[in-house]
């Protein structure tokens, strides 16, 4: 139970860049607008991130995978629940492996 | 029309933030849950788990950065990565302003160290039906941010008594999590899909040709980011 350097200055890095986009976002873009391009590219960062992020896990998990990937979408669209959407999400992969043996 | 303008900040309207808070403890529960198990299972003790969750407190940003975690511990990849996901938080502030411009000092500068998704929505919920009271806006970001510590912390001691074998159904949690992300944000198929399937198409293409972590992610971001500002860009020229 101790906090180790190298995770510290980890953990530290990712607290000062996080606090800096939530500050600084509103110090900075309130009194400078940035580019059009570097603008849109923000609004687009999310969205292109977490699918950069699920696609290579979706694509090697294979069928039960995107069974999983289904019923949160389903979840999420319906009820607008990240923690519901998970729980669905995990069931339907349990499910897609046993049937799938 | 001054006075009906007039931005407070009280303590009751932090008390009714909290308040509003409560009901979305409910989804953060597995979500915090997801991260403590990941954050144990990755090598991270209880209070290297726990400080994580109460400064950088960002979900998705924790979760991906504990995806790529190694050890030692990954200080620029998990810089990088978490400066990537939470730059979407930027524009919050801004949006804010109406709020914001009117308070100093730490209650200016603490409101926003507890600025989430949730706690903007609920405030911008707020602010149309003619609230005024700046104090919700930190109300609901740290009755959010005290469930979040928590839920961590329980994830986190639960994953140390049940040991996890590879291959299980519940490691599927950190991708549904991001799936379950990515629904609000769709913007429909003229705005996303392109951008989207450019962004999981060169991720895909980036870990085959055998870059390292967080690489095929990056590419992949930018990639689907540039074509999707170069689209939008290019529609407004052409609308014109």
Known sequence: MEIRGDVLLAILGMALVTYACRAGGYAVL???????????????LPGCLFVAYCAPPLLAGALPAWFGALAV??????LRNIGVAICAGVAAVWLGQWALG | ????????FTRHGVLRGARASLPLWIGMVPFGLVIGVLADAKGLTFLEAVLMSAIVYAGAAQLLVLELWTDPAPILAATIAAFVVNIRMAPMGAAMAPWLDKLRGW???????????????????????????????????????????????????????VRVPPGHPLFFASVAAFVSILVPLWRGPRVDLAPWVVAGCVAIAAQRA??????????????GAALGAWLELRGRGVAR
């Open chain 2, 210 to 223: 055998g870059l390292p972590m967080p690489l095929p992610l990056l590419c992949g971001t930018f990639a």
């Open chain 1, 73 to 78: 979408v389903l979840v999420q669209v319906y």
């Open chain 2, 107 to 161: 209650k200016l500068w603490g409101t926003l160290a507890t600025l989430v998704d949730h706690s903007f929505a609920l405030a911008v919920a707020e602010q149309r039906q003619g609230g005024r009271d700046a104090g919700y806006l930190l109300g609901v970001g740290v009755g959010l941010w005290v469930a979040w510590v928590i839920c961590v912390g329980l994830g986190h001691l639960g994953g140390s008594l």
């Open chain 2, 1 to 8: 029309m001054s006075e009906r303008m007039k931005i407070t």
């Open chain 1, 30 to 44: 309130r009194a400078v607008r940035p580019p059009a391009f570097v603008e849109a590219m923000l609004r687009h």
